[in-house]
Structures are given as C-alpha cells and as structure tokens.
C-alpha cells in the first residue's frame, strides 16, 4: 500500500494572519507530534487518503493535486473577503426578497437570489470548517454576519416605509425550519460546493444558496418590524439551520475532493482551536435544535394519523393533508383534512383523547371533515385539497376550527373557508327561540376572537322577512300602533340575504307609496326587487267614526318573499292563467252569440 502523496511546500500553514506561505512547519506540540507520529499512524494515513479517493471518484469529484488545492483555497478565501460591492449587493438583494415576500411573488424573490452575494462567503467558511483553520473561519464569519446584518435591517426599514405589512404566505412559509427547507439548503450547499471545486455553475448554484438564506433574513426584520418576535426568532431558526447546512456540505466536498489543507499542516494554537469550537458549536447548535424538532413533528404526525384514523371510524377514510406545528411556548397544533364517506360527531376530541394517550402529552387537533361517498368522489377531493394548497399557500394558514365554533356556542353543520378572501363561513343549526339579531351578535363576536380571519355566520333560512318601513312624523294627538313582534329593521335584513346569497327577491307591502327606500337599498345591495301587490284579505265591516278616532295607525312593514317559486307552482300559475284566458274568451265569444 502506498502512502499518501508528500505534501506541497506551498500548505505549510500561513506564518501571517493572510496567506498560507511555505517554509516553516506551523509551531505547536501537536505539529511537533504530528511529525514524529508512529508508523500505524501513517499506514492509517495512507488507508483513509486512498478511501477519501475512491469516494470522490464514487461521487463524480476531481482529485486535486497539492498545488490546485491551494490556488483553490486561494481564490476562495479571495472570492469570500469584504468589499464594498458585497455590502451593496446584499442591501439590494435582501430589498427586493423583502418587496417580493410582502406582495407574495415567488418570481421576485427568486429574482432578488441572482444578486446575492452569500454564496463567497459560505464557500470560504465551508472550506475553513475542511481545514479545521480558526483563522478563515473567523474572518468568514465576520462576512457572513455583516451581509445577515444587512439583509435584517433592510427588512426592517421596508417593513416600515411600506404600506402593505399583511403576512403572506411567503413570509408564513420563511417564519420556522422544516425537513424540506433543511433538504433545500443541504442540497444547495452540496451543489455549491462542487461547482466551486469544478469551477463552473457558480452563479447558478449561489441563486440556490441565496433563496435558502436571504429571505430568511428579510424575515427576521419583518418580524422586528411588526413587533411579532415569533416571527423573527423562527426565520432566525431556519437561517442558522440553513447556514449550518450549507457550510456542512461545502466543508465535506472540500475534504473529499482533496481542497482541504491536509491536517499535518493546521495551526492547533488555543486561540484558533478556541475560534474553530466556538464556530462549529454555532451552527451545530441550532441544526441540532431544527433536527430534534423534526423528529418531535414526525413522532407526533405518525401518532396523530393514526388517532384520527381510528376516530373517524376507519373504513373509507382518506387524510388528504395533515400538518404538525410545535411551538416552544404553545402546544402541538396538528391540522389535518379528512376525506370519509360519513361524518364523525366530536372527531376532533376523540382523536386528541386517543392522542394524548398515546403520546402522553396534549396536542390539539383542528380537523376538517369532506365527504365523498365513492372513489370519483374521493379522488377529485383529494385534488381539490391539493390545488387549494398549493394555490393559497396555505403553509402554517389554517384557520381555527375549534375556537370558531367555541366562539359560536351552537353546533355548527358545516364549516367550509374562502382563502382569498380569509374568510371562514358557519352554519349553525337552528336554535329554539335565537332571532336573526342573536346569529349577527354571534358573528361579530366570533371575528373578534380570531386573529387572521373573518368569521361569516349564515342563519337558518326563512321564507320570508318583515320589515320596517320608514314612517311619517304623525300628527298631534295620533295614536301609533307598535310593529309587529316579528319585524326587523332594514339593515338586519339585508344581512340575512347576503349571508343566504340571494340575488333576487319579491317585496309587498299595504303601503307600496313607502317601498322606495326599501327597494333602493336592496339594488345597491346587488339584491333585485321585484315589487308585487299585497294579497286582498276579506273586506272588514266599515269602520264608525268612533273606530276611526279610537284605531291607532298602523306601523307600515314589508313582506320580503325569500324563496323562489318552485317549478310546481310556476307550473300551476301557468296553468290558471291559461285557464282563465280560456275562460275569458269562452265568455266573449258566447256574448257575440247572443248578439
């Protein structure tokens, strides 16, 4: 077996703070040891140098001679220093993530990464973390945290001049790490680092590395911005996590690719081996915090699936979509979308009991039942539930269930939510003695208590309203009748018809000389009025003078007819009506007869 080629001249360790120069063996007992290492040692050496080969060929890597490697290194820690134009570039690029997150454009976002600067200075650390080289790593970090520093206070600045500070789901998306932002950054650094080995696609591969990074950023100014710190400490998560991710992967291609300095030449003085620990337990420490919340959520989402199974009756049910959210203040929260051919009465605190069982801890459950009796149906459920979210970007944006209805305080039929609009529609059942006043106090006091959505509560339908009409100032002495019990004032009226969504109605009133407001209010609503004469009731006997002075007026209402005829009675209508015409011309014709 062969030892490992001789190392170059030019790796001996740098006798200045900037430069790897050659000549003097870098001072030390551990270089003293290492120099004077026992012969198993070398054949170890040699072992482990031939397997690093083999894997980077495995894995599609150049070897690098000595002398690449540090023209490699070189340029790296040239290509990662601080320059006036990275301080511009980072202000410009973290400005448009931050514009592009708040009118939620994927496009500008991705577009702002093409002027990130990040990718050099990541590069440079990653290649120090290699070289286990305190000296590069710190003169890495400074970088890095002076472009972090940028993008935060350029988020801030915007959040505040803008006029839009609505969170959009592209901000909701960047505000905690999750398996498949970690997945992204270890992939981009993975990525990065090769194209620098090879030396082509840098710019390419850095629009990857700066989309895991730089919003986060513009987030966490975001966050400091509107005053929401779980906003900004969750993007400050998910940028350490990425950060660690990234600079992981470049520091192993560089080890497996031979650009590392070989360890025979590191500096082991305390101060950098005091820098090199404090760096590596920077990043590790927030990867590590990220990977032990992952493996919490997929504990508790096994779990959770199968509670909801099992409490949904288990036969036909389908979870279209289920999502875990821990918090370090709040507890789990599982949203989850369920596809069942029948509904299940109280599923939701079913499955939180079989949960808690299970996981010995409480995790609250907010669960949307869809029914879909056969596969068509459940098929095309299932893609609606996907369309919808990948439209809406609902990532972390499901709305609150459960408190909706504690806030309603009646069993609801049916929940169903209008995205675009964030709005969260319930239909109560009818409750004994509730008037249409007592479902609008519920609404109102429903929105309240939900930060985020609007709450829409459709009452139970009637076949028709009665509604008060504005009346004249009556005259000295006048006696005026009260309105009927079941009257209700115009504005409470068109609420109603809004929240039943009818568009066309039929008004009749014993005074249609005042149905002019009411007729008005109802176009202007959207509502078309069609205006038909009041019934004629029985003629009553004629009233006497006494009667007449005695009989207060009366309080002048409408009838809104609600419903639509039916096709029978449409039917029916035309039939009288035909029936009479027949009737009429029999009639006619049998009077010329007898002329």
């Known amino acids: 077996m062969t030892g490992p080629p001789p190392p170059s001249a030019r790796d001996t360790p740098p006798p200045g703070p900037t430069s790897e120069a050659p000549g003097e063996v870098p001072p030390g007992r551990f270089n003293e040891m290492w120099l004077n290492r026992p012969q198993w040692v070398r054949r170890a050496e040699a072992f482990f140098h031939l397997l690093r080969i083999k894997l980077a060929h495995a894995v599609l890597l150049p070897e690098l001679t000595p002398d690449l490697a540090f023209d490699l290194r070189q340029t790296v820690r040239k290509d990662g220093q601080l320059t006036n134009g990275y301080i511009l570039m980072c202000a410009l690029a973290a400005g448009i993530a931050m514009l592009g997150l708040l009118q939620s454009s994927t496009a500008v976002v991705i577009g702002a990464m093409l002027v990130s600067p990040l990718m050099s200075p990541i590069a440079a650390m990653g290649f120090g973390f290699a070289s286990l080289d305190g000296h590069r790593i710190r003169d890495a970090v400074k970088v890095v945290a002076i472009?972090?520093?940028?993008g935060i206070l350029t988020g801030m600045v915007l959040t505040w001049l803008s006029p839009i500070r609505n969170a959009t789901p592209e901000i909701l998306a960047r505000t905690e790490p999750n398996l498949l932002d970690l997945a992204i950054a270890l992939f981009s650094g993975l990525a990065g680092g090769y194209s620098t080995v090879i030396g082509k696609g840098g710019t390419a591969i850095g629009v990857a590395i700066a989309t895991a990074l730089m919003p986060p950023l513009t987030v966490i100014g975001?966050?400091?911005?509107?005053?929401?710190?779980?906003?900004?400490?969750?993007?400050?998560?998910?940028?350490?996590?990425?950060?660690?991710?990234i600079t992981f992967a470049f520091a192993l291609i560089a080890r497996l690719s031979g650009a590392a300095r070989p360890f025979g030449k590191v500096e082991?003085?305390?101060?950098?081996?005091?820098?090199?620990?404090?760096?590596?337990?920077?990043?590790?420490?927030?990867?590590?915090?990220?990977?032990?919340?992952?493996?919490?959520?997929?504990?508790?989402?096994?779990?959770?699936?199968?509670?909801?199974?099992?409490?949904?009756g288990e036969k036909g049910v389908t979870i279209a979509q289920?999502?875990?959210?821990?918090?370090?203040?709040?507890?789990?929260?599982?949203?989850?979308?369920?596809?069942a051919p029948s509904y299940t009465t109280n599923a939701a605190k079913q499955a939180e009991t079989l949960l808690k069982k299970s996981l010995g801890e409480q995790v609250t459950i907010n669960l949307q039942q869809v029914l879909a009796a056969d596969v068509q149906a459940q098929t095309r459920a299932m893609v609606d539930a996907a369309m919808e979210r990948t439209t809406a970007?609902?990532?972390?944006?499901?709305?609150?269930?459960?408190?909706?209805?504690?806030?309603?305080?009646?069993?609801?039929?049916?929940?169903?939510?209008?995205?675009?609009?964030?709005?969260?529609?319930?239909?109560?059942?009818?409750?004994?003695?509730?008037?249409?006043?007592?479902?609008?106090?519920?609404?109102?006091?429903?929105?309240?208590?939900?930060?985020g959505w609007t709450v829409r509560i459709v009452p139970p339908p009637q076949p028709s309203l009665t509604v008060l009409l504005a009346r004249a100032t009556p005259a000295e002495g006048e006696a005026?009748?009260?309105?009927?019990?079941?009257?209700?004032?115009?504005?409470?009226?068109?609420?109603?018809?809004?929240?039943?969504?009818i568009s066309k109605v039929t008004v009749s009133s014993a005074t249609p000389d005042r149905l002019g407001a009411l007729t008005k209010l109802l176009s202007d609503a959207g509502i078309e009025a069609h205006t038909v004469p009041t019934p004629a009731a029985s003629e009553p006997p004629a009233p006497t003078d006494n009667d007449l002075a005695l009989a207060p007026t009366p309080a002048p209402v409408a009838t809104i007819s609600v419903y639509a005829q039916s096709p029978s009675q449409i039917a029916a209508a035309q039939a009288a009506k035909a029936a009479a015409e027949r009737a009429a011309a029999e009639q006619a014709a049998a009077e010329q007869a007898q002329e």
Do not use: H
């Open 222 to 245: 975001y966050g400091i911005g509107v005053f929401q710190p779980m906003f900004a400490m969750g993007a400050l998560l998910l940028f350490l996590t990425n950060l660690a991710a």
């Open 268 to 312: 082991w003085t305390p101060r950098y081996v005091a820098i090199l620990i404090a760096a590596f337990l920077a990043l590790a420490t927030p990867l590590s915090m990220t990977l032990m919340k992952l493996s919490n959520e997929a504990r508790i989402r096994m779990a959770a699936r199968s509670a909801i199974t099992e409490a949904c």
């Open 480 to 501: 005026v009748a009260p309105p009927p019990p079941d009257a209700i004032r115009s504005g409470l009226a068109l609420w109603a018809l809004a929240r039943w969504g």
């Open 147 to 150: 472009g972090a520093l940028i």
């Open 393 to 451: 970007g609902i990532a972390a944006d499901v709305p609150p269930f459960k408190t909706i209805r504690e806030a309603v305080g009646l069993p609801t039929r049916s929940l169903w939510t209008d995205r675009a609009q964030r709005m969260v529609y319930a239909d109560p059942v009818p409750a004994p003695g509730w008037t249409l006043a007592d479902y609008r106090a519920i609404e109102s006091q429903a929105s309240k208590g939900v930060t």
């Open 322 to 339: 289920l999502d875990v959210k821990t918090g370090v203040f709040s507890l789990p929260t599982v949203d989850a979308l369920v596809i």
